[in-house]
Antibody, heavy 120, light 107 residues
């Protein structure tokens, strides 16, 4: 079955960098758009970024443009989120999620999430 | 970016009640819209996509309706296991945006 497992989280100082990984299994990774969604502690969900199935397209939320980069390795079945110049507001649980390939299909599978804490 | 305004922020219901959550988009998003359920400490779960299509395995007491700018999620015969936060999400165009969430509690 479909599994998404995030890793790479932890405690990091403001201004530093962190790279999150999402390992996929149970489906043909290279056929799907993949997304990152985050959730600050005790708050709602925020869509962060998406990368197309072949890596040719990406879109990001305005709040992360210029600091967070999304990329993927289809041969390794992994999605990444490179987080630079981290701010306190970047603290939260980060989920990777699979995009349904049909229009308006939503996000049908999610990882368990990984906590990123930006703290001095 | 498209703004999604979700209401109410919380509600309390008795087992067996019917409840409705609303979500309004700041512009026409056709039916490119979904509802998600998040239980404490868990990842969100897709309940409904394309505004009204129930995901496989989701109980039929959940239903969605709407198109354009106004959408609703209805839960009939609320059960204790429905305690969760519910979010709407527009997937019409990027950046996708979530509503603020609605917390459902049981009286």
């Amino acid at each position: 079955q479909v599994h998404l497992v995030e890793s790479g989280g932890g405690v990091v100082q403001p201004g530093r960098s962190l790279r999150l990984s999402c390992a996929a299994s149970g489906f043909t990774f290279g056929d799907y758009y993949m997304h990152w969604v985050r959730q600050p502690p005790g708050k709602g969900l925020e869509w962060v970024a998406v990368m197309s199935h072949d890596g040719s397209l990406e879109y990001k939320a305005d709040s992360v443009k210029g600091r967070l980069s999304i990329y993927r390795d289809n041969s390794e079945k992994k999605l990444y989120l490179q987080m630079d110049s981290l701010k306190f507001d970047d603290t939260g649980v980060y989920f990777c999620a699979r995009g349904v390939p049909t229009s308006a299909g939503g996000l049908d599978y999610w990882g368990q999430g990984i906590l990123v804490t930006v703290s001095s | 970016a498209i703004q999604m305004t979700q209401s109410p922020s919380s509600l309390s219901a008795s087992v067996g009640d019917s409840v409705t959550i609303s979500c309004r988009a700041s512009q026409d998003i056709r039916k490119d819209f979904g509802w998600y359920q998040q239980k404490p400490g868990k990842a969100p779960k897709l309940l409904i996509h394309a505004a009204s299509t129930l995901e496989s395995g989701v109980p039929s007491r959940f239903s969605g309706s709407g198109s354009g700018t106004d959408f609703t999620l209805t839960i009939n015969n609320v059960q204790p296991e429905d305690v969760a936060v519910y979010y709407c999400l527009q997937d019409y165009y990027y950046p996708w945006t979530f509503g603020q969430g609605t917390k459902i509690e049981i009286k």
